[in-house]
């Protein structure tokens, strides 16, 4: 089973740039939701979804934009990357509308922006 | 302020020691979880605990619920190696859509063979 797949792992940018992670879940889960994993800092919730065409915001937004077209897919944007979003992205996925269930994480994707 | 706080923030033992992981918060949460994440790889669930004063066991690793349901430990017996890792615990607050998870910082725990 793959559960919830991550993409890239690895990516280096220059400040300004933009692009898009990729998270994909093969378990049927409603809800998806984006962290960033940050030393100190712990994991901050980013953006979550409770269902396809339904996103909302947590409490780490600003700078990152998603979408939920399929069940299946829950990319993150960075419009405009900062050194401040150098960190490690963590995708998960929970079957139950809520975000308080049971969470599957993907491997991460470990971000830095020079 | 962290309303979740775990402790000790770092531990570094020997194959076959005890140790306990404490996860204390003044709020009360309906229910609390336990990850253990490994270098390298997401968070995975050990355990949801969810009445006051519940235990649970699962293999060499005891898991408590405070009776006010506010605080949490992790009991290692005969800690391995393979118990290494990142150990987050993660309270669940509010009701209905506004329930949200609360995460602490974490324990990183070494067991030196």
């Known amino acids: 089973n793959a559960g919830v797949t991550q993409t890239p792992k690895f990516q280096v940018l220059k400040t300004g740039q933009s692009m898009t992670l990729q998270c994909a879940q093969d378990?049927?889960?409603?809800?998806m939701s984006w962290y960033r994993q940050d030393p100190g800092m712990g994991l901050r919730l980013i953006h979550y979804?409770?269902?396809?065409?339904?996103?909302d915001q947590g409490e780490v937004p600003n700078g990152y934009n998603v979408s939920r077209s399929t069940t299946e897919d829950f990319p993150l944007r960075l419009l405009s990357a900062a050194p401040s979003q150098t960190s490690v992205y963590f995708c998960?996925?929970?079957?139950?509308?809520?975000?308080?269930?049971?969470?599957?994480f993907g491997e991460g994707s470990r971000l830095t922006v020079l | 302020t962290q309303l979740l706080e775990q402790s000790p923030q770092f531990l570094s033992i020997q194959e076959g020691e005890n140790l306990t992981v404490y996860c204390n918060s003044s709020?009360?949460?309906?229910?609390l979880q336990w990850y253990r994440q490994e270098p390298g790889e997401g968070p995975v669930l050990l355990v949801t605990?969810?009445?006051g004063g519940e235990v649970k066991k699962l293999k060499r690793l005891t898991f408590q619920f405070g009776d006010a349901r506010k605080d949490s430990s992790l009991h290692i017996t005969a800690a391995q190696p393979g118990d290494t890792g990142l150990y987050l615990c993660?309270?669940?607050?509010?009701?209905?859509?506004?329930?949200?998870?609360?995460w602490g910082l974490g324990t990183s725990l070494a067991v030196n063979p």
């Open positions: 998960a996925s929970s079957l139950n509308r809520v975000s308080t269930g049971e969470l599957f």
């Open positions: 993660a309270g669940e607050m509010g009701a209905g859509n506004n329930r949200k998870l609360i």
């Open positions: 979804s409770v269902g396809a065409g339904i996103t």
């Open positions: 605990v969810v009445t």
């Open positions: 378990m049927n889960h409603e809800y």
């Open positions: 709020s009360v949460f309906s229910s």
